[in-house]
């Protein structure tokens, strides 16, 4: 098998092999780069790929490196001629829950056990998502980061306790998100409140992580839309949130959100000097859950059903059945930053608040909101 320094996740001759049969799901865990002329990236995008907006000939993995940077789409080629979609996610009918319960068992399991342990650490919000990924590299430390008597770090503070696992805090302070934001906007070129507040902790636990010495950082990312782990997705059809008319269908509705999503994680943990691994996003597990049935997802309340019980036996009870929260609330950074925002005189009943404060903090002009 060759290498080529130009691809990112894969060999040249599987890419070309998924081309050739137009297959979403060649066995990895994304990929991206320029190949036979083309710039490329898997179908969820789980590798960033830009190019100049007006140049493809000039491009990097990471879109500071440009002067305009232009994200290659998920699934899709770049070159002069333009944009060409390559793959497109399958839609396959659900499986039997006993036969997708089986499928879901091995593809988790064998994901998180075949993550390579050197030189990492585990983000860890002592949910379901960040445990498993635990608990398939016993040695490795886990991290939290949140504010003083945050969820995130309560949870996982019992979490690891049951689980028998090195935990280190981070312990936020506002100084540490003054400091942190220019960074992630330029990183990843938002200013949002909504992609700034998520970025935060997960670049401030990072930024610990390289400090201590790991240059790479398992995430937990992916399960929530995979899963069926958003109250939209267990309140279909009634949320306003999702369009979808049931529970399955929510559920792809939001893994097309994923590419998006992992543009900004991806961007702002690298900028924080790890490389993130995100084994519940292998293309594995990703092809089973798009046959998971609704029964699976969402049952009796109980979100993520078909991942809960895919951690039975690696995970103490308590925590294969533990809720989290999305990690800008468990981590109280979305309560600071607003904070932060009123005090800096942006007032709520100013339109975007939290993103004004933020582009005071940088200067933007050129970002993305």
């Known amino acids: ?12 001759e599987l890419v070309r092999d998924a081309l ?5 799901f060649p066995g990895t865990a994304g990929f991206a780069g320029r190949l036979d002329g083309r710039l490329l990236r898997d179908v969820l995008g789980r590798r960033t790929l830009f190019s100049e907006a007006d140049d493809p000939s000039r491009w990097s993995f990471d879109r500071a490196d440009l002067d305009d940077p232009a994200a290659v789409p998920a699934g899709y080629a770049r070159d002069p001629r333009g944009d060409e979609k390559l793959w497109t996610l399958p839609t ?8 997708a319960q089986t499928a879901v068992d091995w593809a988790v399991r064998t994901s998180v056990r075949k993550v390579d342990a050197d030189g990492l650490a585990v983000a860890f919000s002592g949910g379901v998502d960040s445990a498993l990924v635990a608990a398939g590299v016993a040695d490795a430390p ?6 003083p008597e945050s969820h995130d770090v309560d949870a996982a503070r019992s979490a690891a306790e049951a689980m028998g696992r090195d935990l280190r805090v981070v312990t936020l302070t506002h100084a540490d998100l003054e400091r942190a934001i220019p960074e992630i906007v330029r990183a990843t070129g938002r200013t949002n409140a909504m992609d700034v507040s998520i970025a ?7 930024e610990r992580v390289a400090a201590d010495g790991f240059d790479r950082l398992a995430v937990g990312q992916g399960a929530d839309e995979l899963f069926g782990g958003y109250a939209k997705v267990a309140n279909a059809p009634d949320d306003p949130r999702v369009e979808a008319g049931t529970v399955r269908g929510a559920t792809r509705e939001v893994i097309a959100t994923l590419p998006e999503q992992l543009e900004r994680d991806v961007l702002a943990l690298r ?8 084994p519940l996003l292998h293309d594995r597990v990703v092809e089973t859950a798009l046959r998971v049935p609704e029964s699976l997802l969402v049952a009796d309340g109980v979100r993520k059903v078909a ?4 951690a039975a036996g690696l995970l103490p009870e308590p925590v294969a059945r533990a809720d989290k929260k999305a990690v800008q609330y468990g981590s109280l950074v979305s309560r600071e930053l607003d904070r932060l925002a009123r005090r800096a005189g942006f007032k709520r009943r100013m339109d975007d608040h939290v993103g004004r404060y933020v582009r005071s903090l940088v200067g933007a002009g050129s970002q993305r909101g």
Request: aromatic fraction near 6%.
């Open 271 to 278: 900028a924080a000097g790890v490389e993130p691994v995100a």
């Open 200 to 206: 935060l902790p997960l670049y401030l636990v990072a």
């Open 92 to 99: 396959p009918a659900a499986a039997s829950p006993d036969d």
């Open 142 to 147: 886990c991290y939290v980061a949140g504010f």
């Open 1 to 12: 098998m060759t290498t080529d320094p130009t691809l990112r996740g894969a060999s040249a």
């Open 20 to 24: 050739a049969r137009r297959e979403p």
């Open 307 to 310: 991942l809960r019980r895919a």
